[in-house]
């Protein structure tokens, strides 16, 4: 029975579930010991950090890998080396990496005095945090094309295991300055990608080029989608320290509570990897029912997901975050009502996404974010009390960007669902946690 059951599991989801929930586990290792050990203003420059590296670390690095999976992918079941695709992902990421770099290191300044209490130090750790992420996800790519399932949950292991033991050392040692805890995030992606590097060195030289526009054709609009996604879930953090950067103590507790009622966004992430594929292998063959069954399933696991997670933050979150983080007492029971909404929103709007994507409207899913992070800077501007502000900010933009997702999903599927580009080209494996 047991065989059956792990047979009916897509390949690479065990290992790839297991290294992202090591990686998920890792988070909330870190900023645990962090909490300890940071006093409020450090905690909170920490958190600002962290919120920057993951949404724009995800945001525009993701896309590379899922495109670079994409393309070798498709080449490998036409026997194709998928060497050229690694030459033309990584010369993506460089580019990408030297524009945020240049942005960065332009606005040192601001960024250190607004962002960090004046500590040009994070924003040397916030680049090499962006440059660790980039070499991360060029090179997961190609494990995840080429199905190297279990290397890449190795490499997210490493990385989670990695960073788990830095930071308990780290409290150990009784360390008190955030930059150290900061460095975690650029020694652990780095080590797990030398620690995992012999499958994609075996890929390198050989076979022909592979076109631009074959990579490029898609990553805009992906990386609109990605990098505004990120926005949605991470900007509130950054938001709280701008708005009120007195007040030390709130930005370091939203993060810990965004981590704790986001643990659903860890489960969804080994799901999206097989979901995808599944919804897209429906639309190419034109099985409408197919695929809006699959569709529903996938609504009613993370609804149920979303809504014992909401339950169970609204009763012991502010009591969780305390005990965990050592998080100030500013944020109550409503307060993670609010949150527990926006994560359980932010669920259907990964769901809706990977329909649109099946469907190949890319531009549908950048539309619907565009107006999600429209709404959440609405919002973010009504004068009312700022934490209050940001959660609501969080919440109504994620409900009108999974409510613009299912108009513009129902409007699409009343045809059948037929993409434009073949099977292979559509699917891209992909894992997503929100903040890692």
């Not at 701008?242 to 986001?262: F, H, I, K």
Request: aromatic share 6%.
């Amino acid at each position: 029975m047991i065989r059956r059951l792990l047979g009916l599991i897509p390949p690479g989801t065990i290992a790839v579930g297991a290294g992202l929930g090591l990686l998920g586990l890792a988070s909330y290792v870190h900023l645990a010991v962090a909490g300890h050990s940071l006093t409020e203003a450090d905690y909170s420059s920490l958190s600002v950090l962290w919120s920057i590296v993951f949404t724009l670390g995800i945001g525009v690095f993701m896309p590379v890998e899922q495109e670079v999976a994409r393309v070798v992918a498709a080449r490998h079941s036409q026997g194709l080396p998928p060497g050229p695709v690694l030459t033309r992902g990584v010369a993506v990421a460089a580019v990408v990496l030297a524009v945020l770099v240049l942005a960065v290191t332009a606005g040192r300044q601001p960024l250190a005095d607004r962002l960090f209490a004046g500590d040009g130090t994070m924003v040397t750790v916030l680049v090499g945090a962006l440059v660790a992420m980039a070499i991360a996800y060029s090179t997961r790519g190609v494990l995840s094309g080429l199905q190297l399932f279990p290397w890449y949950g190795t490499q997210l292991g490493i990385d989670g295991g990695l960073r788990i033991i830095l930071v308990a050392l780290l409290g150990l040692a009784g360390v008190t300055s955030p930059v150290w805890y900061g460095l975690v995030l650029v020694a652990a992606p780095l080590v797990s990608v030398l620690l995992t590097l012999p499958p994609v060195l075996r890929t390198i030289g050989g076979g022909v080029p592979v076109a631009w526009a074959t990579l490029l054709r898609g990553l805009g609009l992906l990386t609109v989608s990605s990098l505004l996604s990120q926005v949605v879930v991470n900007i509130g953090v950054i938001n709280l320290q701008l708005l009120a950067p007195s007040n030390t103590a709130a930005a370091g507790a939203l993060l810990s509570a965004l981590v704790l009622v986001r643990i659903p966004l860890f489960v969804f992430g080994s799901m999206q990897a097989s979901l995808l594929p599944g919804l897209a292998t429906t639309a190419t063959t034109g099985d409408r029912a197919g695929f809006h069954s699959l569709l529903r399933r996938a609504l009613g696991i993370v609804t149920a997901l979303g809504l014992t997670g909401t339950i169970g933050a609204v009763l012991v979150g502010p009591w969780l975050v305390r005990t965990l983080f050592d998080a100030p007492d500013v944020l109550g029971h409503g307060d993670f009502a609010w949150l527990g909404v926006a994560t359980l929103a932010y669920l259907w709007a990964m769901v809706l996404g990977q329909a649109l994507l099946a469907l190949d409207r890319h531009r549908a899913q950048a539309l619907a974010w565009t107006a999600g992070v429209a709404a959440l800077v609405a919002v973010t501007l009504v004068p009312a009390p700022v934490t209050l502000r940001v959660e609501l900010a969080y919440a109504i933009g994620s409900v009108v960007v999974a409510a613009t997702m299912a108009v513009l999903l129902r409007d699409g599927t009343h045809r059948a669902p037929t993409p434009t580009r073949p099977l292979d080209d559509a699917v891209a494996p992909a894992v997503s946690g929100g903040i890692r």
